[in-house]
């Protein structure tokens, strides 16, 4: 432990100054970054990322545990330890000088690991929040729907959920089940991008690595969590505690955002690209699923009217699935997962997604200009 006498106290200090003024460089990475999209995209998510993930992300995916989640716990313990020594060096301390330096000196190894982190998750993935947008890399005409056009959207993937229903496992309740264990789940998420990228030659740029189950995922769960993308490992990391109906349209979320699409409204439609190309029934009706609830959502604040109108036509094993995916997070709501919704609006705001966690339903925009295209 550091001792605070004379010089040597401010010495301390001063270098950990130093190294906090250096990682927050990335800072000002980002707000280049933002301020110049295209090159972000030219020079960044389709030319540095891509090397990036082509060297690491078969490192990472060759063990099927989340390396993500074992750094998580080290860093917590060695956080506590750092706390609990310094704390206990105030404590040891007499002299007001020597507790002043010892506070000085807790605070400011926070403020080293704090943007330390930040400078790796920016340089590693972070500034693909500023690249272009997806549906002008993808030529997809969004504009303004009116609410007719999204009421048409939201019959034809209920229609397509109909159709795709009859054709997936169910339980002993009469809800869909997948068709093979989780961990082959996993594994069968690449076969839906490699099928999308015919039709999105972008997707194309990065090979997806393997999405791994956490272990804590029932904590997850609490926290309203499905996943999580950790870009230090560029692990998709998937909360393995959440109903068979969301399972694969949550791994291909994360492996969205592995390969470089920040956004969570982009993250969505891509898994639902995935989702839709799949070989397997499961994957297919967890996209349209899921893609029918966020476009319903939506739909639900413009015409409650027509709304209405497309829930009646969902099938009865469809309403049973939604209904249960609705109890099953009605158990985990709580305090946890009030302050988790309450960073996650925080950090996409920070992230240039200024609707914050209601930015997800701008999923509907990308879904209508991609059935423009299809008619």
């Not at 004379?6 to 010495?11: A, F, P, T």
């Not at 007001?96 to 790796?120: E, H, I, K, Q």
């Not at 997806?208 to 309203?224: D, F, N, Q, T």
Request: charged content about 20%.
């Amino acid at each position: 432990m550091t001792q605070y006498t004379g010089k040597e106290s401010y010495r301390a200090i001063r270098r950990k100054l130093c190294w906090t003024l250096f990682f927050s460089t990335g800072f000002a990475a980002y707000a280049y970054a933002a301020a110049h999209p295209e090159a972000t995209e030219r020079r960044y998510s389709r030319g540095l990322y891509p090397l990036i993930a082509r060297h690491w992300f078969p490192v990472t995916s060759s063990v099927r545990f989340s390396i993500a989640e074992l750094i998580v716990y080290a860093l917590v313990f060695l956080a506590l330890v750092r706390v609990l020594r310094g704390l206990a060096g105030v404590v040891r301390e007499r002299a007001a000088a020597g507790r002043f330096f010892y506070l000085l000196d807790l605070l400011m190894s926070g403020a080293v690991f704090f943007s330390a982190l930040c400078f790796l998750a920016i340089a590693t993935w972070g500034l693909n929040y500023n690249r272009l947008p997806f549906a002008e890399t993808a030529g997809l005409d969004v504009g303004e729907a009116p609410v007719s056009e999204l009421a048409e959207a939201c019959g034809r993937l209920a229609e397509r959920a109909n159709a795709l229903r009859g054709a997936v496992r169910e339980d002993g309740q009469g809800v869909m089940a997948l068709s093979v264990p989780m961990r082959n789940t996993l594994d069968r998420a690449k076969d839906g991008f490699w099928a999308a990228e015919a039709d999105f030659p972008t997707l194309a740029d990065i090979e997806p690595g393997r999405p791994k189950p956490v272990l804590a995922s029932k904590l997850m769960s609490y926290s309203g969590i499905t996943g999580i993308f950790f870009p230090l490992t560029g692990e998709a990391n998937v909360n393995t505690n959440i109903t068979d109906a969301e399972a694969p349209f949550t791994i291909c979320h994360e492996l969205a955002h592995q390969l470089g699409y920040a956004r969570e409204d982009e993250a969505n439609f891509i898994a639902w690209l995935a989702c839709k190309d799949s070989p397997y029934e499961d994957y297919r009706y967890s996209g349209e699923l899921i893609a029918l609830t966020h476009l319903l959502n939506a739909l639900r604040g413009q015409d409650e009217s027509a709304w209405s109108a497309v829930r009646a036509t969902c099938s009865p094993a469809v309403e049973r699935d939604l209904a249960a995916m609705g109890l099953f997070w009605q158990r985990y709501e709580g305090p946890v997962s009030e302050i988790s919704t309450t960073i996650n609006d925080t950090y996409l705001k920070v992230n240039r997604q200024p609707d914050g966690v209601q930015s997800y339903g701008r999923m509907a925009d990308l879904v209508i200009a991609y059935m423009r295209d299809e008619q």
